[in-house]
C-alpha cells in the first residue's frame, strides 16, 4: 500500500478520531490524534497547578507519545481518560490560542508524519502542519449530533454526561477554534467536506477510503 498522509480536520466532536482510527487500520497506518496532543498540555497546566507564563516556560518539558492501541503518554504516563474531563475540555481552546504552543506541538506532528503512511486529525492539520497531504477531508456534523455523539462516548464509557452543559462547550470551542487568530480552524480550497450527521461510521470510512483510491494511484 501506498504510504500517503491523510488529513482530517474539523470541528469538534464531529466524530474524525472514531472514523480516522478505522481508516489507518484499514490501510495499516498509523493514527496521530493532534486534539489529544492539545489536551495533554492544557493536563500539564492542571496538574502542575502552573499560570500560562510557567507553563510557557516549561513547555519543552512536555513529551507526548502514542503506542499501537492509541494510548496517549504525557511524559510517560497513560492520560488517554485523563485528556477527556469537562475540566481538560474547558481549557483546551485557550492553550490552543497560544502560538508558541502551536509550534511546538506543529513540529511534533510534522516529525511522527516524516514516515507517511499516517493519519492525523485536527483544526489545523490541512492548513498549517501537512499543507502539501494528497488526501485532505473536512468532516462536519450538526451541533445536535455531535453533542449527542459526545454524550453517548460519556456514558459508554461510564462517565457522567450532562447533554447541554456538552453542547454548550461544543459551541464555544467550535466559535473560539474557528475565531482565533493563528491557525484557526477553515476549509482548505483542496479538502473534501464530508457532512456525516446522516452517516454511519461505516459509510464516512468507505467514502474517506473511495476519495483515497481516487486521489493516490
Ligand atoms: O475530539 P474533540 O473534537 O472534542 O476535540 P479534540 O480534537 O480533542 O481537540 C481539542 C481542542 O484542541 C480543540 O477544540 C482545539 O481548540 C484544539 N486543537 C487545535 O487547535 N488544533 C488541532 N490540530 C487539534 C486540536
Not at 474524525?16 to 498540555?41: E, F, P, W
Not at 480550497?189 to 481516487?214: G, H, P, R, W
Request: hydrophobic letters at 40%; aromatic letters at 6%.
Amino acid at each position: 500500500m501506498k504510504k500517503e498522509i491523510i488529513v482530517i480536520d474539523g470541528p469538534a466532536a464531529s466524530g474524525k478520531s472514531t472514523v480516522a482510527k478505522l481508516v489507518a487500520q484499514k490501510l495499516n497506518y498509523k493514527y496521530i490524534d493532534s486534539g489529544a496532543m492539545y489536551r495533554c498540555v492544557a493536563l500539564y497546566k492542571l496538574e502542575n497547578n502552573l499560570s500560562i507564563g510557567q507553563l510557557l516556560n516549561n513547555i519543552e518539558k512536555i513529551k507526548i507519545d502514542f503506542d499501537n492501541n492509541n494510548h496517549v503518554f504525557l511524559n510517560d504516563k497513560d492520560v488517554s481518560d485523563l485528556i477527556r474531563s469537562t475540566e481538560v475540555s474547558k481549557l483546551v481552546s485557550e492553550i490552543a490560542k497560544i502560538s508558541k504552543i502551536r509550534a511546538y506541538l506543529v513540529s511534533l506532528q510534522q516529525s511522527y508524519g516524516k514516515e507517511k503512511g499516517i493519519v492525523m486529525d485536527g483544526r489545523d492539520i490541512g492548513s498549517v502542519v501537512f499543507p502539501e497531504a494528497k488526501v485532505k477531508i473536512y468532516q462536519v456534523a450538526s451541533v445536535e449530533t455531535r453533542a449527542k455523539r459526545r454524550f453517548n462516548e460519556l456514558l459508554d464509557n461510564g462517565k457522567s454526561a450532562d447533554y447541554l452543559e456538552i453542547c454548550n462547550n461544543i459551541k464555544k470551542r467550535d466559535y473560539d477554534d474557528m475565531n482565533r487568530e493563528v491557525s484557526p480552524l477553515i476549509k482548505v480550497d483542496d479538502a473534501y467536506e464530508l457532512d456525516t450527521s446522516n452517516m454511519s461510521i461505516d459509510e464516512v470510512v468507505n467514502k474517506i477510503i473511495e476519495i483515497f483510491n481516487e486521489k493516490v494511484k
